[in-house]
Nanobody, 115 residues
Framework: QVQLVESGGGLVQPGGSLRLSCAAS????????MGWYRQAPGKQRELVARIASTGSTNYADSVKGRFTASRDNANEMVYLQMNSLKPEDTAVYYCNAHIASLDYWGKGTQVTVSS
C-alpha cells in the first residue's frame, strides 16, 4: 500500500515555472515506477511523465524539453519541474505509483496557467 500526496500547484502566468512535489508513504517505494498524470476539464487523464525505479524517464511529446521528473528514493519524494508553462498545461496533476497490476493515486493538485 502506498499513500501519495501532491503539492506545489497554483496559478502561474504563461512562460512561468512551477515545481510539483509528491510525498509517498508506505513500503518498498524504491521498486515502484512513479508517474505524473494530468486531467483537464472535459478531457481524459493523460500521462505527463514517468520515472522508473532505475531513474529512467519518459515524457509526453507535449511536455518534452519543458518538464523534468525526478525522484528522491531516500526521502520517498517525486518531483515534476515544469518550465515554459502554457495555458494548455492547465489541469489537475496527479501522482501515480505503479507496480505489476497495482496503481495508486494521489488526490491531485491544480495547475492553472493564465495571464
Amino acid at each position: 500500500q502506498v499513500q501519495l500526496v501532491e503539492s506545489g500547484g497554483g496559478l502561474v502566468q504563461p512562460g512561468g515555472s512551477l515545481r510539483l512535489s509528491c510525498a509517498a508513504s508506505g513500503s518498498m517505494f524504491t521498486i515502484y515506477a512513479m508517474g505524473w498524470y494530468r486531467q483537464a476539464p472535459g478531457k481524459q487523464r493523460e500521462l505527463v511523465a514517468r520515472i522508473a525505479s532505475t531513474g529512467s524517464t519518459n515524457y509526453a511529446d507535449s511536455v518534452k524539453g519543458r518538464f523534468t521528473a525526478s525522484r528522491d528514493n531516500a526521502n520517498e519524494m517525486v518531483y515534476l519541474q515544469m518550465n515554459s508553462l502554457k495555458p494548455e498545461d492547465t489541469a489537475v496533476y496527479y501522482c501515480n505509483a505503479h507496480i505489476a497490476s497495482l496503481d495508486y493515486w494521489g488526490k491531485g493538485t491544480q495547475v492553472t496557467v493564465s495571464s
